[in-house]
T-cell receptor, first 117, second 114 residues
Framework: AQTVTQSQPEMSVQEAETVTLSCTYD???????LFWYKQPPSRQMILVIRQEAYKQQNATENRFSVNFQKAAKSFSLKISDSQLGDAAMYFC??????????????FGKGTHLIIQP | DVKVTQSSRYLVKRTGEKVFLECVQD?????MFWYRQDPGLGLRLIYF???????EKGDIPEGYSVSREKKERFSLILESASTNQTSMYLC?????????????FGPGTRLTVT
C-alpha cells in the first residue's frame, strides 16, 4: 500500500514571500500521479497542481510549482508571491496509474498554511 | 463548471440511528467516492463506485455501506451511527477514463453523532 507523508502540520509565511510545503511518499510502483489539493476554510477542496511520474519536467501553474524528485520519492509544492487567499489546508495526494478506471486517492495528513499580512 | 453537491452541510444524529448522506454530481462522471476527513489524519477513502450498482471498498469501509442506483447520485449509509463516526464526510467524482485523474469534491457534510 502507498503512503503519503506531510511532515509540516503548519507553516506560516509573510504575504508576498515564497513558501515550500513538503511531501514524501512510499510506493513500489513506477507509474503514478501526484497531486496537491487546497482546502480553504469552509470551502470546497480544489486541485492546485498535478504531476505525472513519467514526466521529468516539474509541473507549474502560475505561482504554484512543484519539485518532483522521483528517486527520493519527494514532491514539494512551492508557492511564490504568497497571497492572503492562499491561506488554506494543503493536501498532497497519490494515485496509482491504472490506465483508466476507478481508484481513490491516498492523501497525506495536510499542512495548514497561514499567510501573515 | 463541475458541480458536486451534498445534501447537508451539518448533521446531528443520535447513537444507533441510521444515517444517509447524499451526493449528487452534474457532470455525467462514472466514478464517485466517499472520503472521511479527520484533523491530523487527512482524508481516508471509505467506498467508491465506477458504475451504477457497482461499489468497491476503500481503506476504512467498516461501519459504512453505499448505494448507487443512478449515475449522478451516490449515497453513504451509516447503518447504526456511533460516536466514532463523528467526522467531516467529503464526496468526490471523476471521469472513468480521464487520464489526468482529477477528482472534483463536494462541500462536505459535518456529521456529529451524540
Amino acid at each position: 500500500a502507498q503512503t503519503v507523508t506531510q511532515s509540516q502540520p503548519e507553516m506560516s509565511v509573510q504575504e508576498a514571500e515564497t513558501v515550500t510545503l513538503s511531501c514524501t511518499y512510499d510506493t513500489s510502483e513506477s507509474d503514478y500521479y501526484l497531486f496537491w489539493y487546497k482546502q480553504p476554510p469552509s470551502r470546497q477542496m480544489i486541485l492546485v497542481i498535478r504531476q505525472e511520474a513519467y514526466k521529468q519536467q516539474n509541473a507549474t501553474e502560475n505561482r504554484f510549482s512543484v519539485n518532483f524528485q522521483k528517486a527520493a520519492k519527494s514532491f514539494s509544492l512551492k508557492i511564490s508571491d504568497s497571497q492572503l487567499g492562499d491561506a488554506a489546508m494543503y493536501f498532497c495526494a497519490y494515485r496509482s496509474y491504472s490506465g483508466g478506471g476507478a481508484d481513490g486517492l491516498t492523501f497525506g495528513k495536510g499542512t495548514h498554511l497561514i499567510i501573515q499580512p | 463548471d463541475v458541480k458536486v453537491t451534498q445534501s447537508s452541510r451539518y448533521l446531528v444524529k443520535r447513537t444507533g440511528e441510521k444515517v444517509f448522506l447524499e451526493c449528487v454530481q452534474d457532470m455525467d462522471h462514472e466514478n464517485m467516492f466517499w472520503y472521511r476527513q479527520d484533523p491530523g489524519l487527512g482524508l481516508r477513502l471509505i467506498y467508491f463506485s465506477y458504475d451504477v450498482k457497482m461499489k468497491e471498498k476503500g481503506d476504512i469501509p467498516e461501519g459504512y455501506s453505499v448505494s448507487r442506483e443512478k449515475k449522478e447520485r451516490f449515497s453513504l449509509i451509516l447503518e447504526s451511527a456511533s460516536t466514532n463516526q463523528t467526522s467531516m464526510y467529503l464526496c468526490a467524482s471523476s471521469f472513468l477514463w480521464d487520464s489526468l485523474y482529477e477528482q472534483y469534491f463536494g462541500p462536505g457534510t459535518r456529521l456529529t453523532v451524540t
